[in-house]
Protein backbone atom coordinates (compact mmCIF):
# COMPACT_ATOMS: atom_id res chain seq x y z
CA UNK A 1 0.00 0.00 0.00
CA UNK A 2 2.61 2.92 1.08
CA UNK A 3 4.38 1.58 -2.51
CA UNK A 4 1.05 2.25 -4.41
CA UNK A 5 0.89 5.86 -2.38
CA UNK A 6 4.58 6.86 -3.06
CA UNK A 7 4.00 5.68 -6.72
CA UNK A 8 1.36 8.38 -7.13
CA UNK A 9 3.17 10.90 -4.67
CA UNK A 10 6.13 10.64 -7.20
CA UNK A 11 3.84 10.98 -9.97
CA UNK A 12 2.02 13.78 -8.98
CA UNK A 13 5.00 15.62 -7.42
CA UNK A 14 6.88 15.32 -11.07
CA UNK A 15 3.86 16.28 -13.91
CA UNK A 16 6.73 17.23 -16.47
CA UNK A 17 8.53 14.55 -16.12
CA UNK A 18 5.36 12.18 -16.21
CA UNK A 19 3.78 14.07 -19.28
CA UNK A 20 7.00 13.88 -21.27
CA UNK A 21 7.65 10.18 -20.38
CA UNK A 22 3.51 9.85 -21.59
CA UNK A 23 4.23 11.68 -25.17
CA UNK A 24 7.64 9.44 -25.45
CA UNK A 25 5.64 5.77 -25.00
CA UNK A 26 2.21 7.19 -27.01
CA UNK A 27 4.35 7.37 -29.90
CA UNK A 28 6.32 4.21 -29.32
CA UNK A 29 2.87 2.21 -28.24
CA UNK A 30 1.63 3.98 -31.86
CA UNK A 31 4.21 2.57 -33.54
CA UNK A 32 4.26 -0.51 -32.35
CA UNK A 33 0.78 -0.74 -32.70
CA UNK A 34 0.87 -0.09 -36.03
CA UNK A 35 3.66 -2.37 -37.04
CA UNK A 36 2.00 -5.60 -34.97
CA UNK A 37 -1.66 -4.13 -37.32
CA UNK A 38 0.17 -4.46 -40.55
CA UNK A 39 1.72 -7.44 -40.29
CA UNK A 40 -2.24 -8.92 -38.45
CA UNK A 41 -3.94 -7.56 -41.55
CA UNK A 42 -1.30 -8.65 -44.04
CA UNK A 43 -1.51 -12.50 -42.72
CA UNK A 44 -5.40 -12.22 -42.78
CA UNK A 45 -4.97 -10.23 -46.40
CA UNK A 46 -2.83 -13.49 -47.60
CA UNK A 47 -5.33 -16.05 -46.27
CA UNK A 48 -8.49 -14.03 -47.58
CA UNK A 49 -6.40 -13.95 -51.10
CA UNK A 50 -6.37 -17.93 -51.09
CA UNK A 51 -9.96 -18.41 -50.62
CA UNK A 52 -11.13 -16.05 -52.78
CA UNK A 53 -9.10 -16.19 -55.62
CA UNK A 54 -9.41 -19.90 -55.79
CA UNK A 55 -6.51 -22.84 -56.33
CA UNK A 56 -8.35 -24.95 -59.18
CA UNK A 57 -6.44 -26.39 -62.12
CA UNK A 58 -8.80 -27.83 -64.76
CA UNK A 59 -7.53 -30.72 -67.44
CA UNK A 60 -9.60 -30.72 -70.64
CA UNK A 61 -9.09 -32.37 -73.75
CA UNK A 62 -7.88 -29.98 -76.81
CA UNK A 63 -10.28 -29.01 -79.56
CA UNK A 64 -9.50 -31.22 -82.78
CA UNK A 65 -10.10 -29.28 -86.30
CA UNK A 66 -12.52 -31.48 -88.15
CA UNK A 67 -13.61 -30.57 -92.08
CA UNK A 68 -16.81 -31.89 -92.80
CA UNK A 69 -18.73 -31.36 -96.46
CA UNK A 70 -21.08 -28.49 -96.33
CA UNK A 71 -23.48 -30.20 -98.47
CA UNK A 72 -24.20 -33.30 -100.07
CA UNK A 73 -24.66 -31.24 -103.42
CA UNK A 74 -21.79 -29.13 -103.46
CA UNK A 75 -17.94 -30.41 -103.14
CA UNK A 76 -17.89 -26.84 -100.12
CA UNK A 77 -16.39 -28.22 -96.69
CA UNK A 78 -16.42 -26.81 -93.76
CA UNK A 79 -13.90 -26.69 -90.62
CA UNK A 80 -15.76 -27.49 -87.05
CA UNK A 81 -13.74 -27.86 -84.21
CA UNK A 82 -14.72 -31.16 -81.83
CA UNK A 83 -13.00 -31.53 -78.29
CA UNK A 84 -12.95 -35.58 -77.11
CA UNK A 85 -13.24 -36.70 -73.87
CA UNK A 86 -10.35 -36.65 -70.76
CA UNK A 87 -9.43 -40.25 -69.90
CA UNK A 88 -10.44 -41.24 -65.65
CA UNK A 89 -6.70 -43.35 -66.12
CA UNK A 90 -4.91 -39.95 -66.45
CA UNK A 91 -7.14 -37.97 -63.39
CA UNK A 92 -6.31 -40.75 -61.35
CA UNK A 93 -2.40 -40.26 -62.16
CA UNK A 94 -2.32 -36.21 -61.81
CA UNK A 95 -4.07 -37.05 -58.02
CA UNK A 96 -1.67 -38.36 -57.22
CA UNK A 97 0.76 -35.32 -57.42
CA UNK A 98 1.83 -33.12 -53.97
CA UNK A 99 -0.15 -30.29 -52.64
CA UNK A 100 -3.42 -31.66 -54.26
CA UNK A 101 -6.57 -31.36 -51.60
CA UNK A 102 -9.26 -32.55 -53.94
CA UNK A 103 -10.05 -33.90 -57.41
CA UNK A 104 -13.38 -34.05 -59.09
CA UNK A 105 -14.89 -35.42 -62.46
CA UNK A 106 -17.60 -33.58 -64.31
CA UNK A 107 -19.52 -34.99 -67.33
CA UNK A 108 -22.95 -32.30 -67.93
CA UNK A 109 -25.38 -33.05 -70.29
CA UNK A 110 -28.92 -31.83 -70.88
CA UNK A 111 -31.79 -33.96 -70.32
CA UNK A 112 -35.82 -34.33 -69.43
CA UNK A 113 -37.07 -34.48 -66.01
CA UNK A 114 -40.23 -36.51 -66.26
CA UNK A 115 -41.93 -34.63 -62.91
CA UNK A 116 -45.44 -36.90 -62.45
CA UNK A 117 -46.26 -37.02 -66.19
CA UNK A 118 -44.68 -33.19 -66.09
CA UNK A 119 -41.85 -32.56 -68.23
CA UNK A 120 -39.01 -30.21 -67.76
CA UNK A 121 -35.34 -29.34 -69.77
CA UNK A 122 -32.69 -29.38 -67.36
CA UNK A 123 -29.21 -30.35 -67.53
CA UNK A 124 -27.94 -33.08 -65.64
CA UNK A 125 -24.40 -32.36 -63.98
CA UNK A 126 -22.69 -35.64 -63.25
CA UNK A 127 -19.90 -35.25 -60.72
CA UNK A 128 -17.66 -37.38 -58.43
CA UNK A 129 -18.79 -35.01 -55.41
CA UNK A 130 -20.83 -32.00 -55.84
CA UNK A 131 -18.76 -30.00 -52.77
CA UNK A 132 -15.57 -30.20 -54.92
CA UNK A 133 -17.50 -28.02 -57.51
CA UNK A 134 -17.16 -24.49 -57.92
CA UNK A 135 -20.89 -23.29 -57.37
CA UNK A 136 -20.72 -25.00 -53.96
CA UNK A 137 -16.85 -24.44 -52.78
CA UNK A 138 -17.88 -20.75 -53.07
CA UNK A 139 -21.32 -20.84 -51.66
CA UNK A 140 -23.72 -20.29 -54.82
CA UNK A 141 -25.10 -23.75 -54.08
CA UNK A 142 -25.64 -24.88 -50.58
CA UNK A 143 -27.06 -28.38 -49.40
CA UNK A 144 -30.64 -27.71 -46.96
CA UNK A 145 -31.88 -31.26 -47.13
CA UNK A 146 -30.05 -34.62 -47.20
CA UNK A 147 -26.62 -35.28 -48.70
CA UNK A 148 -24.71 -34.41 -51.70
CA UNK A 149 -23.07 -36.25 -53.99
CA UNK A 150 -19.92 -38.28 -52.79
CA UNK A 151 -18.52 -41.65 -53.00
CA UNK A 152 -21.48 -43.02 -50.69
CA UNK A 153 -24.32 -41.82 -53.46
CA UNK A 154 -25.91 -44.46 -54.64
CA UNK A 155 -26.10 -44.71 -58.99
CA UNK A 156 -29.52 -43.28 -59.00
CA UNK A 157 -28.90 -40.26 -56.43
CA UNK A 158 -29.42 -37.02 -57.66
CA UNK A 159 -29.65 -33.62 -55.95
CA UNK A 160 -32.11 -31.48 -56.67
CA UNK A 161 -33.29 -27.60 -56.59
CA UNK A 162 -35.35 -26.94 -53.76
CA UNK A 163 -37.62 -24.64 -55.45
CA UNK A 164 -38.09 -27.04 -58.40
CA UNK A 165 -38.68 -29.90 -56.48
CA UNK A 166 -41.17 -27.90 -54.49
CA UNK A 167 -42.99 -26.99 -57.56
CA UNK A 168 -43.42 -30.21 -58.07
CA UNK A 169 -44.11 -31.77 -54.63
CA UNK A 170 -41.02 -33.68 -54.17
CA UNK A 171 -38.62 -34.13 -51.28
CA UNK A 172 -36.03 -36.24 -50.44
CA UNK A 173 -36.13 -40.23 -51.32
CA UNK A 174 -38.83 -39.74 -53.68
CA UNK A 175 -38.15 -40.21 -57.46
CA UNK A 176 -38.71 -39.16 -60.68
CA UNK A 177 -37.69 -39.93 -64.19
CA UNK A 178 -35.00 -38.49 -66.28
CA UNK A 179 -35.12 -39.07 -70.48
CA UNK A 180 -31.74 -38.43 -72.25
CA UNK A 181 -31.78 -35.37 -75.13
CA UNK A 182 -32.02 -38.00 -77.73
CA UNK A 183 -34.64 -39.92 -76.35
CA UNK A 184 -33.27 -43.53 -76.25
CA UNK A 185 -32.61 -44.03 -72.49
CA UNK A 186 -34.60 -43.43 -69.63
CA UNK A 187 -33.36 -43.54 -65.55
CA UNK A 188 -35.31 -43.59 -62.46
CA UNK A 189 -33.80 -41.61 -59.92
CA UNK A 190 -34.18 -40.90 -56.40
CA UNK A 191 -33.76 -37.48 -54.55
CA UNK A 192 -30.85 -37.72 -51.43
CA UNK A 193 -30.41 -34.30 -51.22
CA UNK A 194 -32.03 -30.91 -51.97
CA UNK A 195 -29.92 -27.88 -52.32
CA UNK A 196 -30.77 -23.77 -52.38
CA UNK A 197 -28.76 -21.39 -55.29
CA UNK A 198 -28.11 -17.54 -55.30
CA UNK A 199 -28.85 -17.66 -59.11
CA UNK A 200 -32.66 -17.87 -59.80
CA UNK A 201 -34.35 -20.34 -61.68
CA UNK A 202 -31.50 -22.91 -61.08
CA UNK A 203 -32.35 -25.54 -63.59
CA UNK A 204 -29.30 -27.99 -62.52
CA UNK A 205 -29.40 -31.49 -61.03
CA UNK A 206 -26.05 -33.06 -59.66
CA UNK A 207 -25.69 -36.80 -59.93
CA UNK A 208 -22.86 -39.08 -60.39
CA UNK A 209 -21.04 -38.73 -63.31
CA UNK A 210 -21.71 -42.70 -64.51
CA UNK A 211 -25.50 -41.30 -64.33
CA UNK A 212 -24.62 -38.57 -66.60
CA UNK A 213 -22.34 -40.58 -68.45
CA UNK A 214 -25.36 -43.32 -69.69
CA UNK A 215 -27.85 -40.46 -70.20
CA UNK A 216 -25.27 -38.66 -72.67
CA UNK A 217 -24.61 -41.44 -74.84
CA UNK A 218 -21.20 -40.67 -75.98
CA UNK A 219 -17.47 -41.49 -75.03
CA UNK A 220 -15.98 -44.44 -73.37
CA UNK A 221 -17.14 -45.12 -69.90
CA UNK A 222 -14.03 -44.82 -68.98
CA UNK A 223 -13.72 -41.01 -69.97
CA UNK A 224 -15.34 -37.46 -68.92
CA UNK A 225 -15.73 -34.06 -70.45
CA UNK A 226 -13.50 -32.84 -67.49
CA UNK A 227 -12.09 -32.79 -64.24
CA UNK A 228 -10.67 -30.70 -61.79
CA UNK A 229 -8.17 -30.54 -59.21
CA UNK A 230 -8.20 -28.39 -56.05
CA UNK A 231 -4.98 -27.64 -54.36
CA UNK A 232 -3.57 -26.46 -51.16
CA UNK A 233 -3.50 -22.95 -52.17
CA UNK A 234 -3.04 -21.06 -55.68
CA UNK A 235 0.53 -20.66 -55.00
CA UNK A 236 1.00 -24.29 -56.19
CA UNK A 237 -0.71 -23.68 -59.53
CA UNK A 238 2.43 -23.53 -61.32
CA UNK A 239 4.61 -25.82 -59.60
CA UNK A 240 1.75 -28.32 -60.65
CA UNK A 241 1.23 -28.04 -64.01
CA UNK A 242 4.80 -27.69 -64.45
CA UNK A 243 5.08 -30.98 -62.78
CA UNK A 244 2.16 -32.55 -64.43
CA UNK A 245 3.33 -31.26 -68.08
CA UNK A 246 6.51 -33.20 -67.48
CA UNK A 247 4.64 -36.61 -66.96
CA UNK A 248 5.09 -38.84 -70.35
CA UNK A 249 2.58 -41.06 -69.31
CA UNK A 250 0.02 -38.43 -70.60
CA UNK A 251 -0.58 -37.38 -74.09
CA UNK A 252 -0.74 -33.39 -74.04
CA UNK A 253 -1.04 -33.24 -77.63
CA UNK A 254 -4.43 -34.20 -76.78
CA UNK A 255 -5.10 -32.63 -73.52
CA UNK A 256 -4.74 -29.45 -71.29
CA UNK A 257 -4.12 -27.72 -68.09
CA UNK A 258 -6.05 -24.68 -67.66
CA UNK A 259 -5.24 -22.60 -64.20
CA UNK A 260 -3.74 -19.14 -63.67
CA UNK A 261 -2.20 -17.96 -60.33
CA UNK A 262 -1.24 -14.54 -62.12
CA UNK A 263 -4.37 -13.08 -60.07
CA UNK A 264 -2.48 -14.39 -56.92
CA UNK A 265 0.51 -13.40 -57.93
CA UNK A 266 -0.15 -9.56 -58.27
CA UNK A 267 -1.91 -9.57 -54.66
CA UNK A 268 1.17 -11.37 -53.07
CA UNK A 269 3.30 -8.52 -54.23
CA UNK A 270 1.50 -5.78 -51.94
CA UNK A 271 0.90 -8.18 -49.10
CA UNK A 272 4.49 -8.98 -48.26
CA UNK A 273 5.13 -5.91 -48.43
CA UNK A 274 3.07 -4.57 -46.20
CA UNK A 275 3.87 -7.66 -43.67
CA UNK A 276 7.70 -6.60 -43.97
CA UNK A 277 6.82 -3.29 -43.07
CA UNK A 278 5.31 -3.96 -40.64
CA UNK A 279 8.13 -6.16 -39.47
CA UNK A 280 10.67 -3.22 -39.77
CA UNK A 281 8.42 -0.92 -38.47
CA UNK A 282 8.39 -3.06 -34.91
CA UNK A 283 11.68 -3.56 -35.42
CA UNK A 284 13.15 -0.25 -35.82
CA UNK A 285 10.54 1.60 -33.07
CA UNK A 286 12.18 -1.16 -30.52
CA UNK A 287 16.01 0.11 -30.74
CA UNK A 288 14.81 3.81 -31.18
CA UNK A 289 12.08 2.87 -28.45
CA UNK A 290 15.08 1.20 -26.25
CA UNK A 291 17.52 4.20 -26.68
CA UNK A 292 15.00 7.16 -25.93
CA UNK A 293 13.95 5.70 -22.99
CA UNK A 294 17.13 4.81 -21.92
CA UNK A 295 18.40 8.83 -22.79
CA UNK A 296 15.28 9.98 -21.15
CA UNK A 297 15.47 7.77 -17.66
CA UNK A 298 19.38 8.67 -17.53
CA UNK A 299 18.34 12.39 -17.90
CA UNK A 300 16.10 12.06 -15.15
CA UNK A 301 18.66 10.37 -13.00
CA UNK A 302 20.99 13.00 -13.25
CA UNK A 303 18.91 15.80 -11.92
CA UNK A 304 18.08 13.78 -8.31
CA UNK A 305 20.16 14.38 -5.51
CA UNK A 306 21.47 11.67 -3.66
CA UNK A 307 22.15 9.19 -5.88
CA UNK A 308 25.27 7.42 -4.54
CA UNK A 309 22.75 6.52 -1.48
CA UNK A 310 21.72 2.76 -1.64
CA UNK A 311 18.42 3.78 -0.05
CA UNK A 312 18.11 6.45 -3.09
CA UNK A 313 18.73 3.75 -5.77
CA UNK A 314 15.67 1.46 -4.15
CA UNK A 315 13.55 5.12 -4.42
CA UNK A 316 15.08 5.61 -7.90
CA UNK A 317 13.88 2.33 -8.94
CA UNK A 318 10.37 2.93 -7.53
CA UNK A 319 10.44 6.01 -9.67
CA UNK A 320 11.34 4.64 -13.06
CA UNK A 321 8.56 2.59 -12.40
CA UNK A 322 6.38 5.69 -11.88
CA UNK A 323 7.77 7.14 -15.24
CA UNK A 324 7.40 3.74 -17.33
CA UNK A 325 4.61 1.77 -16.31
CA UNK A 326 1.99 4.53 -15.80
CA UNK A 327 2.97 5.98 -18.83
CA UNK A 328 2.83 2.70 -20.69
CA UNK A 329 -0.47 1.91 -19.63
CA UNK A 330 -1.92 5.50 -20.92
CA UNK A 331 -0.13 5.61 -24.14
CA UNK A 332 -1.32 2.41 -24.92
CA UNK A 333 -4.81 3.57 -24.69
CA UNK A 334 -4.11 6.14 -26.30
CA UNK A 335 -2.72 4.52 -29.22
CA UNK A 336 -5.40 1.78 -29.36
CA UNK A 337 -7.31 4.30 -30.59
CA UNK A 338 -5.35 6.02 -33.52
CA UNK A 339 -3.57 3.03 -34.76
CA UNK A 340 -6.41 1.24 -36.56
CA UNK A 341 -6.70 4.66 -38.68
CA UNK A 342 -3.01 5.13 -39.26
CA UNK A 343 -2.85 1.50 -40.25
CA UNK A 344 -5.60 2.14 -42.75
CA UNK A 345 -4.20 4.77 -44.47
CA UNK A 346 -0.81 3.12 -44.65
CA UNK A 347 -1.79 -0.68 -45.86
CA UNK A 348 -4.62 1.35 -48.50
CA UNK A 349 -1.37 3.59 -49.97
CA UNK A 350 0.73 -0.02 -50.35
CA UNK A 351 -2.22 -2.07 -51.19
CA UNK A 352 -3.99 -0.26 -53.60
CA UNK A 353 -2.13 0.19 -57.00
CA UNK A 354 -1.96 -3.81 -57.81
CA UNK A 355 -5.52 -4.81 -55.97
CA UNK A 356 -7.14 -2.44 -57.65
CA UNK A 357 -6.00 -3.50 -60.59
CA UNK A 358 -7.31 -7.23 -60.25
CA UNK A 359 -10.34 -7.07 -57.74
CA UNK A 360 -12.89 -4.34 -58.64
CA UNK A 361 -13.67 -3.45 -55.14
CA UNK A 362 -11.91 -1.17 -52.55
CA UNK A 363 -8.36 -2.41 -51.61
CA UNK A 364 -9.14 -1.74 -47.76
CA UNK A 365 -12.23 -3.81 -47.93
CA UNK A 366 -10.28 -6.54 -49.78
CA UNK A 367 -7.54 -6.49 -47.01
CA UNK A 368 -9.93 -6.05 -44.21
CA UNK A 369 -13.40 -7.18 -44.80
CA UNK A 370 -14.27 -11.11 -46.08
CA UNK A 371 -17.92 -9.51 -46.96
CA UNK A 372 -17.03 -6.97 -49.36
CA UNK A 373 -14.62 -9.37 -51.32
CA UNK A 374 -15.58 -9.98 -55.11
CA UNK A 375 -12.97 -12.45 -56.60
CA UNK A 376 -12.30 -13.37 -60.21
CA UNK A 377 -14.56 -16.36 -58.98
CA UNK A 378 -17.07 -14.26 -57.53
CA UNK A 379 -16.42 -15.60 -54.08
CA UNK A 380 -17.92 -13.55 -50.95
CA UNK A 381 -16.64 -14.67 -47.33
CA UNK A 382 -19.27 -14.38 -44.55
CA UNK A 383 -16.83 -13.05 -42.11
CA UNK A 384 -14.80 -10.18 -41.58
CA UNK A 385 -11.18 -10.53 -41.06
CA UNK A 386 -10.29 -7.20 -39.74
CA UNK A 387 -13.28 -4.60 -38.03
CA UNK A 388 -11.92 -1.07 -39.06
CA UNK A 389 -14.36 0.59 -36.67
CA UNK A 390 -12.92 -0.93 -33.63
CA UNK A 391 -10.39 -1.21 -31.21
CA UNK A 392 -7.03 -3.33 -31.70
CA UNK A 393 -7.75 -6.83 -30.57
CA UNK A 394 -6.78 -7.74 -27.64
CA UNK A 395 -3.76 -9.93 -28.65
CA UNK A 396 -2.35 -7.50 -30.23
CA UNK A 397 -2.63 -4.81 -27.69
CA UNK A 398 -0.81 -7.51 -25.25
CA UNK A 399 1.91 -7.58 -27.49
CA UNK A 400 2.42 -4.05 -27.39
CA UNK A 401 2.19 -3.98 -23.94
CA UNK A 402 4.70 -6.83 -23.81
CA UNK A 403 7.10 -5.29 -26.04
CA UNK A 404 6.82 -2.29 -24.58
CA UNK A 405 7.95 -3.92 -21.23
CA UNK A 406 10.40 -5.61 -23.00
CA UNK A 407 12.12 -2.08 -23.44
CA UNK A 408 11.62 -0.93 -20.41
CA UNK A 409 13.50 -4.00 -18.32
CA UNK A 410 15.93 -3.53 -20.81
CA UNK A 411 16.19 0.15 -19.79
CA UNK A 412 15.91 -0.05 -16.49
CA UNK A 413 18.48 -3.15 -16.09
CA UNK A 414 20.67 -0.72 -17.59
CA UNK A 415 20.19 2.17 -15.64
CA UNK A 416 20.63 -0.18 -12.75
CA UNK A 417 23.72 -1.49 -13.90
CA UNK A 418 25.12 2.11 -14.44
CA UNK A 419 23.88 3.29 -10.53
CA UNK A 420 25.48 0.36 -8.87
CA UNK A 421 28.31 0.68 -10.98
CA UNK A 422 28.94 4.46 -10.07
CA UNK A 423 28.06 3.36 -5.70
CA UNK A 424 31.10 1.03 -6.35
CA UNK A 425 33.50 3.63 -7.90
CA UNK A 426 32.81 6.12 -5.47
CA UNK A 427 33.15 3.59 -2.73
Avoid at 233 to 248: L, N, R
Avoid at 298 to 309: A, E, G, N, V
Avoid at 364 to 374: E, R, S, V
Wanted: charged content about 15%.
Amino acid sequence: MNFVKSFFKNTISTPVRFILSTLVWIVICTLLLIGLSLQHVADNASSNAKKSIGSTVTLIAKQKKVTEAASTNTNETISLFKSSDVKISDVKKLAELKHLNTYNFVVSTPAIANFSNTLQDITVTGVLSNAATEDFSNGTHTIVNGTGISSDTASNGVVLEKNMAASHHLKVGETFELLSDHGDTLKKVTITGLYTSKNENSSKIYAPYQLAKSLKGQGSKATVDLATFTLDGPQYIADFKETAEQMETIDWDKNTLIGDDSAYQQLTGPISDMHALGEKLVFRTLIIGFLLILLLQLTFLYYRKKQTDTHTHITGFKRLLSDILLPIIIALLIASMSATSLTKIIAEHSASPVISKVEQVSPIAFLFDHTQQASIQSVSATQPAFNLTSFPSLELLFKTFGLALFISIIAVSIIIFILYRQKKTIN
